[in-house]
């Protein structure tokens, strides 16, 4: 969702800030910035997090994949899908991959009102 709201978004601290949340929730797997910074921000890009996890949640489901460890939020996540096996592994990462492209997709596209990108614009172009 966050990295959606990066390349949708003009104003340069609005388009940073984003960056830095979707960062923070790749690498550190610390996701509140971007729900609390973006999400509630922009009400309509929280329902494409939504989908975009609900979606690689249906393909994890399809594929019955498992992870084998307690906790696996960041993008060092991916390793505890190896216990289960390459095509476990390969379906985790797939269905993770999936999730992050249909949250951004969605975000970037129906995920601000005409107004708020109007006042985004109209910030940018004062800075």
């Known amino acids: 969702m966050a990295f959606g709201a990066f ?11 984003n960056l830095g949340y979707a960062l923070s929730g790749i ?11 973006c999400g509630f921000k922009y009400m309509r890009s929280l329902g494409g997090m939504v989908i975009g996890g609900a979606i690689g949640g249906l ?16 993008i060092l996540g991916l390793i505890g899908y190896a216990g289960g096996g390459t095509a476990n592994l390969m379906w985790g990462a797939i269905s993770s991959v999936v999730a992050f492209v249909v949250a951004a997709a969605i975000t970037f596209l129906f995920g601000f009102t005409k107004e708020q990108l109007e006042e985004d614009a109209r910030l940018a172009a004062e800075a």
Request: proline share 3%; no cysteine; net charge neutral.
């Open 27 to 37: 690498l550190g797997g610390v996701t509140e910035p971007a729900i609390y910074g």
């Open 59 to 74: 393909i994890a489901g399809v594929f019955h994949v498992t992870t084998y460890v307690l906790g696996a939020t960041n």
């Open 7 to 17: 390349l949708r978004l003009k104003e340069r601290d609005e388009k940073g800030a």
